[in-house]
């Protein structure tokens, strides 16, 4: 069984850029979209975008679309999710998750990664 | 991009008792691709429902999905202390996937 494991929590400033990346432990991406999912405090799950590595597709949410880049590098089993332009509101934890067959939906999550934004 | 709508927004309920949550699509799911997941605090999302109606892997059979087109429902059919959570739908058949707001099951 796949573990995705997570970067560890940032702080970063207004305006500012955070990178957090996610490696496949144990297993491949394969050619399963590798889905980002935040979740801010006390608030519900948000998908932000997915990225399918063997064959480097993105889709990304209307509401993310022009500040977020997902990427992997199927080589190394490593995914990354790049939130650009940041604002308070953006205080969130960030999930990676992948589905364990094709055409399911996520059902292998990462740990998490907090990130918050602090002038 | 499709938007999903659960209610109700908070169900109150004792251990035992059925639990009836809906989530509603803005436009037609592709393929039923319609996911349920429950989420505790401090804890990842657990999958428990894929393909609208088909119970996950080791979900045990008290939660059952049903629904098609834009109407979905998940069911608890006795609820147990471990099932008070936050219950979210996705819908992952559409290119860009969404999730629903959540419905809260506490204890009354």
């Known amino acids: 069984q796949v573990q995705l494991v997570q970067s560890g929590a940032e702080v970063k400033k207004p305006g500012s850029s955070v990178k957090v990346s996610c490696k496949a432990s144990?297993?491949?991406?394969?050619?399963?979209?590798i889905s980002w999912v935040r979740q801010a405090p006390g608030q519900g799950l948000e998908w932000m975008g997915g990225?399918?590595?063997?064959?480097?597709?993105?889709k990304y949410a209307q509401n993310f679309q022009d500040r977020v880049t997902i990427t992997a590098d199927e080589s190394t089993g490593t995914g990354y999710m790049e939130l650009s332009s940041l604002t308070f509101e953006d205080t969130a934890v960030y999930y990676c998750?992948?589905?364990?067959?094709?055409?399911?939906?996520?059902?292998?999550w990462g740990q998490g990664t907090l990130v918050t934004v602090s002038s | 991009e499709i938007v999903l709508t659960q209610s109700p927004g908070t169900l109150s309920l004792s251990p035992g008792e059925r639990a009836t949550l809906s989530c509603r699509a803005s436009?037609?799911?592709?393929?039923?691709?319609l996911a349920w997941y429950q989420q505790k605090l401090g804890q990842a999302p657990r999958l428990l429902i894929y393909?609208?109606?088909s119970r996950a892997t080791g979900i045990p059979d008290r939660f059952s999905g049903s629904g098609s087109g834009t109407d979905f429902t998940l069911i608890i059919s006795r609820l147990e202390p471990e099932d008070f959570a936050v219950y979210f739908c996705?819908?992952?058949?559409?290119?860009?996937?969404?999730f629903g707001p959540g419905t809260k099951v506490d204890i009354k």
């Open positions: 998750a992948r589905p364990r067959y094709f055409d399911w939906p996520p059902e292998d």
């Open positions: 144990g297993g491949t991406f394969s050619n399963f979209v």
């Open positions: 990225i399918i590595p063997m064959f480097d597709t993105t």
């Open positions: 436009q037609s799911v592709t393929s039923n691709n």
């Open positions: 393909g609208a109606s």
């Open positions: 996705h819908q992952y058949g559409d290119s860009l996937f969404s």
